[in-house]
């Protein structure tokens, strides 16, 4: 049902200009593989042993039927020794060890490395979401979770890649991954955000998404320093289309290492369907495939959740549900597991949000292969999941749930630092290098923007012209660490160096290795994951906990009393001791304890005095008088007002506190009981204040005063002032004073 | 053995004053087979056998140039390379002591004949 479509009433017409009814939704259709889970062309599981040990039957395939994905599987990705244990195992049972935190991670991957795809497939499709989260917890690699950052942008523009190379790194991710709008400009993209990543922090990987044999060679040059997109496929005429084999790929994954250059694999559920070939086969099985394919090739990690085929997976019933199976799955081949949660699946914030918390709050080694750390328009995967606009989003859900996503604050000055120092070495490595020469306004728009649109100067020439020179002239990273040396960056100089070097180590080759930002390696085998239950398993330290919740918008007592002073005026002059009135024109406005002292400010962005200058003019108006008095002994607006109200001559009182709440009262009403009542502060502005002053008047005179109508709001005016009205009291409490009288107050407009 | 890269150099001796000096080549920055088979071992160690194959596998091809590496990868690619082709790859593999790599290849020939994916 698309918007245009007419319907027969509003709430339907409503609902269907509703973002989420962008998204397409798909009817469960199996032949074409628009299935999530147990297609009923899913093979039944099944493993037979030959005579000499080798494979004769794989989920209910002939050897002699194998194609060229099951052959590999059979041949290189099963544990044969615990083989006849595991695919005994029940489907129930397997996934009762998932989920139990009592048995082991060691013995869930000893008996998932015995099982064909079908037969983990069919056990892990059990699984409920809550108890997707409970495996996901015990089995990922690495027990400190990680986060990675797309930068990319419209114009491969050096300068502006660097920048947010250095932003990304700043906010805590450590990896980076960047790709091309235009193919030939792959080497400058990957020069350029290795600099600002080094500029950003040490030890943040960076690889350049590109063709495979193009990627391998930009390895080899040592201008990336890991590889990711060595894309796996579920049935063999998607990967015939894909131009690969299983071999090719163990060649190419063996060739990386050869170099001591960390890869992973790319997998993801749908992208069989999306390309028509999925042979009837559910997403999940057909990932299975992929997934055992990744673990008999010998990669140490993979990148799956769908991927780039996430909103074919998404389209379907329990979609979202194999998306995050599919990381389970990755983790129980003890494999790292980049969880996904990259491509953009939804045109839904809500549903966007929903398909990566429940991977946020279990932890994943990698929680996305790909936020968007740049603006959607400069993402050239297209939108990610998560974007530039969503990173104080994804703070503040880090700070509400006490979870570690990998991101942290990043101070504003400190950022605009690092994006200067990125420019500023991208512009003299590529003026030392002969690749190219930036101006000065590209300089300053470069590290002022907050997307491609703000750099003007820029032109598409340039980082084209750069990497033909950077292909020519036979350009390392070795000759980028020269001229960072020589243009006085050492600090970047080593960083890189420092990187290249990990590769002689071979430490980061191992599963689920990444740098901290001291350069140690942490991996399944430096930081294995412990988590057993409540108590155990990966916890923040203190300072890292202090990263996740000092987000930038929280605000202390003192923060907001610095914000009051900033209004303070000299208005106010203390009379005296306040006494009863007698003109039958008066109405007395009482104040709150802290008006005149601490409170200036009230929460609808008026000053006090501005709000006091409204009702006093309200008042002069119906052709009353005014008179300000201060109660010291309560802050309750209720009894303020009829404090007010008994000293009146009128009887008429009108009660303000500084936050800006206020009301009518009479002196023979009960405190709790009132005239007219203006509840909510924020809503508030100069014409309801001065209507307030107008009917205290009326009131006084005993006319008909007229409706306010109550300001209407659909802002979440709780979540907004909560947290100030919790401290503006504070502030108040500080000033009550029981023994204190009420005091009249002169007030110079 | 850790702290030597291919080329045999000692990484302490890959200083940033060594690269000003363009004494420092990618050789120098790049694994020695004895690290790879001791990460191997280690793999192994966690439960990982695929993952130590591909790092003995590795460690055979730190012998290659860039160039021969790229070329072997090529050549296992859909229809680029005929039966026999595949098995005088195998061949001269073997005849390098890359024995692993040279399995792949025999291994990619039977699969490939049978599947069709041989160039003719």
Redesign the interface.
């Known amino acids: 049902m698309n918007s245009e479509e007419s319907s027969p009433i509003g709430r339907f017409r409503f609902m269907n200009a509703q973002s989420v009814n962008l998204d397409g939704f798909a009817i469960e259709d199996a032949k074409l593989g628009l299935i999530a889970f147990n297609s009923p062309a899913d093979p039944q599981p099944s493993l037979v042993l030959g005579s000499d040990g080798e494979v004769i039957e794989m989920d209910s395939r002939a050897a002699s039927d194998f ?2 994905v099951d ?2 599987i059979a ?3 099963l ?1 044969l020794t615990v083989a006849v244990e595991a695919m005994a195992l029940s489907d129930l049972d397997f996934a009762r060890m998932v989920v139990d935190p009592n048995i082991s991670r ?1 013995e869930v ?2 008996m998932a ?1 015995g099982m064909t795809p079908a037969k983990l497939a069919r056990s892990l499709s059990r699984l409920r979401p809550i108890e997707l989260g409970m495996g996901m917890a015990k089995l990922r690699a690495r027990r400190t979770p990680s986060n990675q950052a797309h930068v990319t942008n419209r114009s491969d523009d050096p300068l502006l890649l660097a920048a947010d190379a250095a932003t990304a790194a700043a906010f805590g991710f450590r990896e980076i991954e960047t790709t091309v709008p235009v193919l030939a400009d792959a080497p400058s993209n990957a020069i350029a955000v290795s600099i600002g990543a080094a500029v950003g922090s040490r030890g943040v990987l960076v690889q350049c998404s590109v063709e ?2 193009l990627e ?2 930009m390895g ?3 201008l990336v320093s890991y590889a990711e997109t060595i894309s796996l496929y579920g049935t ?1 005429q998607v990967f ?1 289309d894909g ?3 299983p ?2 790929k ?11 250059i960390k890869m992973r694999v790319t997998s993801g559920g749908g992208s069989e369907a999306l390309m028509g070939a999925a042979e009837g086969r559910s997403m999940f099985y057909l990932e299975a495939r992929c997934v055992a394919l990744a ?6 990690g993979v990148q799956n959740g769908g991927i780039d085929s996430a909103a074919v997976a998404g389209s379907v019933p329990g979609g979202v549900r194999s998306l995050m199976a599919e990381n389970v799955m990755v983790m129980a081949r ?1 494999l790292e597991a980049c969880a996904g949660n990259d491509a953009l699946m939804s045109e839904s914030d809500v549903r966007r949000t929903s398909r990566t918390l429940p991977i946020l709050l279990a932890g994943a080694d990698f929680i996305t292969s790909g936020f968007g750390s740049i603006q959607r328009y400069d993402n050239m995967f297209g939108p990610s999941q998560w974007n530039a606009e969503d990173i104080d989003d994804f703070l503040v859900i880090q700070r509400d749930w006490g979870v570690d996503g990998g991101l942290r604050t990043a101070d504003e000055g400190n950022v605009a630092a690092l994006r200067r120092r990125a420019v500023d070495a991208v512009r003299a490595v590529y003026r030392h290098l002969g690749l190219a020469d930036f101006t000065d306004e590209w300089v300053e728009q470069a590290i002022d923007a907050a997307g491609s649109k703000d750099v003007l100067e820029s032109d598409l020439l340039t980082p084209l012209v750069a990497a033909r020179i950077i292909r020519e002239t036979g350009i ?1 990273m ?1 000759d980028v ?2 001229a960072l ?2 243009t006085g960056f ?1 600090i970047e ?2 960083r890189i ?1 420092e990187m ?2 990990a ?5 980061y ?3 689920a290795a990444i740098f901290d930002e001291s350069f140690n390696v942490l991996s ?2 430096t930081d294995p994951n412990d988590y057993a239950g409540p108590g155990s398993g990966y916890v923040p330290s203190p300072g890292r906990q202090t990263e996740i919740d000092a987000i930038r918008q929280q605000r202390s007592v003192a923060d907001l009393r610095a914000e009051q002073a900033v209004h303070r005026s000299d208005v106010f002059h203390l009379v005296g001791q306040a006494n009863p009135g007698s003109d039958p024109r008066e109405v007395v406005i009482g104040v709150s304890p802290a008006v005149g002292r601490d409170i200036w400010l009230t929460l609808s962005g008026l000053t006090v005095v501005e709000a006091l200058s409204e009702l006093l003019a309200g008042l002069e108006e119906e052709g009353c008088v005014g008179r300000v008095v201060r109660v010291n002994a309560t802050l309750d607006l209720g009894m303020i007002g009829l404090l007010a109200a008994r000293l009146s001559g009128s009887g008429i009182g009108i009660g303000l506190q500084g936050k800006g709440t206020a009301l009518i009262h009479r002196r023979d009403l009960s405190p709790l009981a009132n005239l007219e009542l203006y509840s909510v502060a924020p809503s508030l502005d100069a014409s309801l204040y001065r209507l307030l002053g107008i009917n205290a008047g009326r009131h006084a005179k005993g006319a008909t005063p007229e409706p306010a109508r109550n300001p209407y709001s659909d802002e979440a005016i709780e979540a907004r002032y909560h947290t100030k009205v919790v401290a503006l009291v504070d502030i108040e409490r500080e000033h009550v004073n029981p023994d204190s009288g009420i005091e009249e107050l002169r007030v110079e407009l | 053995m ?4 291919a080329s045999g150099r000692d ?1 302490s001796e ?1 200083t ?1 004053e060594a ?2 000096e ?1 004494e ?3 050789a120098d ?4 087979s004895d ?2 088979e ?2 191997a071992k ?2 192994q160690a ?10 003995r ?6 012998a ?1 140039t ?1 160039e021969e ?2 070329a ?3 050549s ?3 229809h680029r390379s005929t039966g026999e082709e595949l098995d005088a790859t195998a061949r001269s593999l073997e005849g390098r002591g890359a024995v692993l ?1 040279a399995a ?2 025999r ?2 020939a039977e ?2 004949a049978r ?1 069709g ?1 041989l160039r003719h």
């Open positions: 194609d060229m052959e590999f041949k290189h990705g544990d060691t991957l000893r490395a495979e044999a391998l060679e080899m040059r040592g063999e015939i131009d690969d084999t071999w090719s163990t060649l190419l994954t063996s060739a990386y290492a050869s170099r001591g673990r008999a090739i010998g990669s140490q003890n390392t070795i660490v020269r040396y020589e050492e100089a080593s160096l290249l070097k590769r002689v180590a071979g430490d080759l191992q599963t399944l085998v | 850790s702290r030597v890269g990484l890959v940033l690269v000003r363009n420092v080549v990618m920055l790049s694994i020695h690290t790879l001791h990460q280690v793999a966690h439960d990982n056998p695929q993952l130590a194959a591909n790092f596998r590795a460690a055979e091809l730190t290659l860039d590496v790229l072997l990868y090529e296992l690619r859909p790599v792949l290849f291994e990619a699969v490939y599947r994916l």
